[in-house]
């Protein structure tokens, strides 16, 4: 099990990295796959019965980066549209590498600047089919 830094993590849109748009990534952060669940239980049962659902949700990512105001985050939105390829790359230290590759799209992005910090922004991405 590979338990390191994420130095050197970095997230691709289709073809084009998301840093080279002038962003600078500082997080990436899966929210979680999830599966519905409908309920099952019945007149004998003695207990409340569930069944899982036999897909999956694959979540959203969340890309964190350092916000440049003379870049539109409506551009971002606009190519990571429908059936774009995301691809995840999960760094172990900056030394080894594992990907996750789904299909998603923009759904998001928010930006915020502090006094005597970084201003930051957040583009969130629906990932859908399988990881």
Do not use: C
């Amino acid at each position: 099990m590979a338990i390191d830094i994420g130095q050197g993590t970095y997230v691709t849109f289709g073809t084009s990295l998301a840093g080279t748009a002038g962003y600078k990534i500082t997080g990436v952060n899966h929210g979680g796959m999830s599966r519905a669940v409908a309920e099952a239980t019945h007149m004998q049962s003695t207990a409340k019965e569930f069944v899982g659902s036999a897909i999956y949700d694959p979540g959203e990512l969340s890309v964190e980066v350092l916000f440049d105001p003379s870049i539109k985050p409506s551009a971002d939105l606009a190519s990571v549209g429908t059936a774009q390829v995301v691809t995840v790359y999960w760094a172990n230290g900056a030394t080894a590498v594992t990907q996750w590759t789904a299909f998603g799209f923009a759904t998001g992005f928010e930006a915020g600047a502090q006094m005597e910090d970084m201003m930051t922004g957040t583009l969130t991405i629906k990932l859908s089919g399988q990881i």
